[in-house]
């Protein structure tokens, strides 16, 4: 793979329900601190791991895990309004700190697409480390596609990388905002290999991320819906799209330095929904499943589609 810049790099990568959890819920989530753990991966390299424990209140089980990818140059610190209502509604969430993030000590090491192989090799040694049944496969922008590449979807290996990328333990995908087409990473044709449930979320401002956000065609958020599109009918597969959202609602998650407004009205949307999809396909409830499929609209503010 030629290299790339770092920059040119992220413009790629960018381009009857339940109650929404309550700021309770949340403030419940936040007071049980997330750990640290480092994972050795397969080349001897640390993975640095933060891990949510499901919160334990009245009435709450620990419904499943999930393994969480963030987008590019971000970290896992920066996603607390998509994290903690997911554990705050029973779910373990552990997070690698990929190469890719400002915030690693050896980003320098690994420019442009070269994170590439590293975020695979996070995710294998994380997998392995949870162990268990399964789990759920989440993430955000460049997170994504490391989600949906655990789901079967098929990116192309990097160099240093052997072996089938599908993770078998992934019983599910949320990906938020996955890249469209991404020259030397993915395509439709990839996609259409994606071989488990997925919930796939954009906003119809979600364009790439760089310095021409904004400048381009008004339907280029649609390729964030390269994944939902490419991928086979008939395998339980919904995409949402929210009115008005961008690629990091308005700076709650990934980049908190963004101006904003922050949409978090959107937000809580997107969790809810998000909510009923990880019970219905994680955990394996016919009534999430129901309730997810009631809320299918074509038009509005808040677009469910199921295919």
Same mark, same amino acid.
């Given at each position: ?16 329900? &339940? ?14 601190? !997330? ?34 990818? @963030? ?13 903690? !209502? ?17 915030? @690693? ?29 399964? @789990? ?19 990116? &192309? ?22 890249? *469209? ?11 259409? *290999? ?50 008005? &959202?961008? @690629?990091?609602? *308005? ?57």
């Amino acid at each position: 793979m030629n290299p790339v810049s770092r920059r040119a790099a992220i413009g790629m990568i960018g381009a009857g329900l &339940v109650a929404a959890p309550t700021r309770r819920s949340i403030a419940a989530a936040s007071a049980t601190s !997330p750990t640290l753990v480092d994972i050795e991966t397969t080349s001897g390299r640390i993975s640095r791991v933060t891990r949510w424990r499901a919160s334990i209140m009245r009435g709450t089980i620990t419904r499943g895990t999930i393994l969480f990818s @963030h987008g590019a140059m971000s970290s896992p610190a920066k996603y607390d309004p998509l994290i903690l !209502p997911l554990v705050a509604a029973g779910f373990d969430v552990w997070a690698p700190l990929h190469v890719d993030s400002t915030d @690693h000590p050896d980003t320098n090491l690994f420019p442009g697409l070269a994170s590439w192989g590293a975020r695979i090799e996070d995710m294998r040694a994380l997998s392995a480390h949870v162990g268990g049944k399964g @789990h759920i496969a989440a993430g955000h922008s460049y997170g994504g596609l490391t989600a949906l590449t655990l789901g079967g979807a098929q990116a &192309v290996t990097p160099e240093g990388i052997t072996g089938p990328l599908r993770d078998p333990r992934t019983r599910a995908v949320l990906a938020f905002s996955p890249p *469209g087409l991404a020259p030397g990473l993915i395509d439709g044709a990839g996609y259409a *290999g994606l071989a488990v449930p997925a919930f796939i979320q954009t906003g119809d401002k979600d364009f790439p991320p760089g310095p021409l956000e904004g400048a381009v065609d008004p339907a280029a958020w649609k390729q964030h819906l390269l994944a939902y599109d490419s991928a086979k009918t008939g395998g339980d597969r919904y995409a949402l799209i929210l009115d008005g &959202v961008d @690629h990091y609602f *308005g700076g709650l998650i990934c980049s908190p330095e963004r101006p904003g407004p922050r949409q978090s009205v959107q937000m809580r949307q997107a969790v809810t929904l998000s909510l009923q999809f990880l019970r219905g396909y994680g955990t394996g409830s016919a009534r999430a499943r129901a309730a997810l499929d009631g809320a299918l609209i074509d038009t509005g503010p808040v677009v469910l589609w199921r295919r």
